[in-house]
């Protein structure tokens, strides 16, 4: 069955497109994330943390591909191609990675399911667990892992890789897993794209990992530092460093001047004593 010919659209989706196209203009930036796989709970917790830094809206595709186009602006429409069926829509005032910083740092830990693709190895620890003697000691041994029983709860006695990095976890691994409280996987937005409408930017894609940048900044850091003693360039991260320099230059300096000094006196005596023997 064909669709009517003009059929009116109604107000209350007209509306809603209004009001999205209001925030397309409004916001700095308008990011898509995808929110597959995220209970309903988590979804409203993340919601709360993000109040007064975002709005957070999951319309329909035709409603926001709609208020998209309404903006009048080319670039934007370009994120069209990153929204699908389970993304959210986010309007901020924050700057574009600031967003996603927010998305990233309010990822909390998820268990493994089995079937679900290894992230990273993932080790079962050494070390005392909360586990008593019984089915899980078959469980732990059908993984390769040893164990002793110590005060009535099993002790692993060397750390094992389990699953490693993409591999499928079995439900033997994800059992162990859960039973050790082990949660490799993290629950969250991942931020897709953005675009940041001040500066008319589009950001196709967006990784945040704190971690790995701040040791890319902590190894920057290190080399700058070191080139900026070698060059002696003075602030207030390198002062301390050439004095500390300039000390042991200068206590290299009067060892070696004391070298000489004694290898100077050295020939003097023996100068003086050839000398009496002449006389003699």
Do not use: W
């Given at each position: 069955?064909?669709?009517?010919?003009?059929?009116?659209?109604?107000?209350?989706?007209?509306?809603?497109?209004?009001?999205?196209?209001?925030?397309?203009?409004?916001?700095?930036?308008?990011?898509?994330?995808?929110?597959?796989?995220?209970?309903?709970?988590?979804?409203?917790?993340?919601?709360?943390?993000?109040?007064?830094?975002?709005?957070?809206?999951?319309?329909?595709?035709?409603?926001i591909?709609?208020?998209?186009?309404?903006?009048?602006?080319?670039?934007?429409?370009?994120?069209?191609?990153?929204?699908?069926?389970?993304?959210?829509?986010?309007?901020?005032?924050?700057?574009?990675?600031?967003?996603?910083?927010?998305?990233?740092?309010?990822?909390?830990?998820?268990?493994?399911?089995?079937?679900?693709?290894?992230?990273?190895?993932?080790?079962?620890?050494?070390?005392?667990?909360?586990?008593?003697?019984?089915?899980?000691?078959?469980?732990?041994?059908?993984?390769?892992?040893?164990?002793?029983?110590?005060?009535?709860k099993?002790?692993?006695?060397?750390?094992?890789?389990?699953?490693?990095?993409?591999?499928?976890?079995?439900?033997?691994?994800?059992?162990?897993?859960?039973?050790?409280?082990i949660?490799?996987?993290?629950?969250?937005?991942?931020?897709?794209?953005?675009?940041?409408?001040?500066?008319?930017?589009?950001?196709?894609?967006?990784?945040v990992?704190?971690?790995?940048?701040?040791?890319?900044?902590?190894?920057?850091?290190?080399?700058?530092?070191?080139?900026a003693?070698?060059?002696?360039?003075?602030?207030?991260?390198?002062?301390?460093?050439l004095?500390?320099?300039?000390?042991?230059?200068?206590?290299?300096?009067?060892?070696?001047?004391?070298?000489?000094?004694?290898?100077?006196?050295?020939?003097?005596?023996?100068?003086?004593?050839?000398?009496?023997?002449?006389?003699?």
């Open positions: 069955m064909t669709p009517q010919k003009g059929k009116e659209i109604p107000k209350k989706k007209l509306k809603e497109v209004e009001k999205l196209a209001e925030l397309i203009k409004e916001k700095k930036t308008i990011l898509i994330a995808s929110i597959k796989n995220i209970p309903s709970s988590q979804f409203q917790e993340i919601g709360k943390k993000l109040r007064g830094k975002a709005i957070i809206k999951v319309p329909k595709k035709s409603l591909f709609r208020a998209i186009d309404s903006s009048s602006n080319e670039t934007v429409k370009k994120i069209k191609e990153k929204i699908t069926e389970s993304v959210a829509i986010l309007f901020s005032d924050l700057d574009t990675f600031d967003l996603a910083a927010e998305l990233v740092k309010n990822k909390s830990p998820a268990k493994a399911k089995p079937g679900q693709e290894a992230p990273e190895d993932i080790e079962v620890q050494e070390g005392l667990t909360d586990l008593v003697p019984g089915p899980a000691i078959s469980e732990l041994g059908a993984l390769g892992i040893q164990i002793q029983i110590e005060k009535g099993i002790h692993i006695k060397d750390s094992k890789v389990i699953v490693k990095k993409g591999e499928k976890i079995s439900h033997g691994a994800a059992d162990v897993m859960n039973k050790l409280d949660k490799p996987f993290t629950i969250g937005f991942e931020p897709l794209c953005a675009f940041d409408t001040k500066e008319s930017k589009l950001y196709l894609e967006i990784k990992d704190r971690d790995e940048t701040l040791k890319e900044m902590k190894e920057c850091f290190n080399k700058a530092l070191a080139l003693i070698e060059i002696e360039y003075i602030s207030d991260d390198t002062i301390s460093l004095i500390s320099k300039a000390s042991m230059h200068e206590k290299a300096l009067d060892n070696l001047i004391g070298e000489e000094k004694n290898a100077a006196n050295a020939e003097d005596d023996k100068q003086v004593s050839e000398k009496g023997e002449e006389e003699k």
